[in-house]
């Protein structure tokens, strides 16, 4: 059976930093292109970051420079490191697996929180 696992959520101050991990089981983790989602309350699901089966990566405009997607395909897992955190930054993250050619979300974690507060 798939799945994908977050961890390393929590409760940081403004300006801290977090890493998330993801780890996956049940499929063939170094062909997929793996992502990070968020979603805060009362807003879009918002794509945050992806990286290629080879390392290629993305970011949304709101975390580029802050955030680094990495992974790890000895590992199976797939991390977020978070520095500079903002308040708005507050939200569940999910990790999730693409398909790397259709483009499309096959599997979903099932999140973990990232709370950024003063």
């Known amino acids: 059976q798939v799945q994908l696992v977050e961890s390393g959520g929590g409760l940081v101050q403004p300006g801290g930093s977090l890493r998330l991990s993801c780890a996956a089981s049940?499929?063939?983790?170094?062909?997929?292109?793996m992502g990070w989602y968020r979603q805060a309350p009362g807003k879009q699901r918002e794509l945050v970051a992806t990286i290629t089966s080879s390392g290629s990566t993305n970011y949304a405009g709101s975390v580029k420079g802050r955030f680094t997607i990495s992974r790890d395909n000895v590992k199976n897992t797939v991390y977020l490191q978070m520095n500079s955190l903002k308040p708005e930054d507050t939200a569940v993250y999910y990790c999730?697996?693409?398909?790397?050619?259709?483009?499309?979300?096959?599997?979903w974690g099932q999140g973990t929180q990232v709370t950024v507060s003063s």
């Open positions: 049940g499929i063939i983790f170094s062909i997929y292109t």
């Open positions: 999730n697996a693409i398909h790397p050619r259709r483009r499309e979300v096959v599997y």
